[in-house]
């Protein structure tokens, strides 16, 4: 625009100029009168030329500031070239790997499609195993349900045992002073009784089987207290040198007047198998007696009790 400005300004001063020189040709004459008016004329043409100068001076700046844009664009140009090929190169690169990302993304969503319709038969099979689990968790309620009455039951049955046991505690307690008073007046009863002489350590006495018991683990002699034996005694069976047995120790467990039952210490031994009704031992009394024992009756014993 500035350089149409400038071409126009100095066209319009070169036509001003011919201008002139044809009117002072054409009226030389009547130049005299009119030098003033040629001198400011003159003047206006050089301050044209002033201004024409200035403004060529300004266009060559122009013109060389957009040189030098022209080529600072041209410069940006061939970056942006050199930069759309690494961005072209970028670009094709991310395209790929883009392709790429679609066939994973596809891989994944026909595995994920797999995994779902694997999920779903899971889900399936479950849903079969509850519905075949189901009378089985309504049994297991059922007897949860049960269980809860029997262990009402079993706690009113505990309550019915602790009741008996206080009531066989109080009988026992009846038993043993019915029993302390029996063995008191026996013992003050027996200090007026004369009992024969009793058999002492080492001395011997012949008995006759008089018969076996059921188990074969004892035997009745018709020998009783009048013979000197006494209930708990110790006896040492001792074989004659003809005798096919073998020596045992006996036990008085029972001792009358006129008759006693004697017990094998060995409980594996069988009199039934030794034995015969109305054979003849000899016995030796092994060593004293045990002392008679008080029965005493255990006042702490309960009932067991078993909830099952």
Known sequence: ????????????????????????????????????????????????????????????????????????LRQEEEELKDNSIGDREEMEALERKFVQLNEDATSVEDELQQKRASLDELLASIRREEEKQSPVTVRKEELLAELEEQMQATALKALEFDQLNAEMKKHKLARKAASDNYYSSFETMAENVVLPENLFFGDEIEVEVESISPSGHGFFIRSGQE??????????????????????????????????????????????????????????????????KDLELDLETELPYDPL
């Open 227 to 292: 013979n000197g034996l006494r209930r708990e005694f110790c006896l040492f069976m001792q074989p004659d040198e003809f005798s096919e047995l073998d020596p045992f120790f006996l036990k008085v467990t029972l001792a009358e007047e006129r008759f006693a039952f004697l017990e094998a210490e060995d409980s594996e031994l069988n009199f039934n198998d030794t034995l015969k009704l109305g054979e003849k031992l000899n016995l030796i009394r092994s060593g004293e007696s045990d002392k008679d």
């Open 1 to 72: 625009m500035k350089n149409l400005i400038w071409w126009s300004c100095r066209i319009l001063a070169i036509l001003l100029v011919a201008s002139g020189l044809v009117y002072f040709l054409c009226n030389l004459d009547s130049f005299d009168s009119l030098e003033q008016e040629v001198e400011s004329a003159r003047r206006e043409v050089e301050e044209l030329k002033l201004a024409l100068e200035v403004d060529k001076n300004e266009s060559m700046l122009e013109v060389a500031t957009l040189l030098r844009a022209r080529s600072s």
